[in-house]
């Protein structure tokens, strides 16, 4: 089942997404309409408190970091080891979702794709196990965690590389049945595949990450956790558009726009 969040009326409203539109489930005064695609705006599937990103769930993404570190040369019998997650926080007011404009901004130098599954919690989950996390999940959308990179090599924190407006990306809808690690991500910049892994290459899997998560904060409803990205990251330049795609999940778009000074 696909969930959506739509602006229907002037109102924002949770709907199911159904072949003839959309079956509006709340507000309460417009449950049971069915809105067509023509008559909403569609907004990004979640309303998070706060999103969180993984770094380095896949190991051919540390292999090409690596590698782009000058002097740095690839411990191959390190990068066998599980290493620490690399977790952070990326600021609400970085949403946007389906066919929004992820903005280049004038004072950035180097905007990077990093396509991604995203999981959204369903309850306040707190100090659980990777199995209980299961039940903590209210669905899955394609997201993309656009980075600025050099600041992300400047900054001892990644607020500003990760945390510009627009710079999380996600969408179109829930997706409430996991895809499973057989499914494929692929990332596409003008239709040309930069990204292409399935889900069972990362080094932890969804559960087990919402699980590490939880121990340190309480997740509440609609948190977003970005679940990192595989190899092939790279350049975005104002007039591209680019596109996450995951099997069983959906299809993300945006458009990239250069911001005026």
Not at 205 to 229: C, H, K, W, Y
């Amino acid at each position: 089942m696909k969930l959506a969040r739509i602006e229907y009326q002037g109102e924002v409203c949770e709907a199911t997404v159904t072949c003839s539109g959309y079956l509006i489930e709340s507000p309460a005064p417009l449950a049971g309409t069915t809105a067509g695609e023509d008559e909403v705006r569609l907004l990004p599937p979640a309303a998070p408190g706060k999103i969180l990103g993984v770094g380095w769930n896949f190991r051919e993404h540390i292999r090409e970091m690596v590698d782009r570190s000058p002097g740095v040369e690839v411990d191959e019998e390190r990068l066998k080891e599980l290493p620490h997650p690399l977790l952070f926080l990326k600021p609400a007011s970085s949403l946007i979702g389906h066919n929004d404009e992820i903005v280049y901004p004038f004072d950035a130098t180097r905007v990077e794709y990093e396509g991604e599954l995203a999981v959204v919690i369903s309850r306040d989950t707190r100090r659980v196990t990777p199995e209980e996390a299961k039940r903590a999940v209210l669905g899955w959308t394609c997201a993309n965690d656009v980075t600025e990179r050099h600041q992300q090599g400047l900054d001892k924190q990644w607020w500003r590389a990760k945390g510009y407006d627009t710079f999380a990306a996600a969408g179109p809808f829930l997706e409430t049945e996991y895809p499973g690690e057989d499914a494929w991500l692929r990332t596409r910049v003008n239709g040309e595949v930069r990204q292409e892994a399935q889900l069972s290459d990362m080094i932890r899997d969804p559960f087990e990450i919402i699980a590490i998560v939880s121990q340190a904060m309480t997740l509440n409803r609609g948190d977003m956790i970005m679940l990192g990205t595989p190899s092939g990251v790279g350049e975005l330049h104002s007039g591209d558009v680019v596109e996450v795609e995951i099997d069983g999940v959906g299809y993300l778009r945006n458009p990239v726009t250069l911001e005026k000074q």
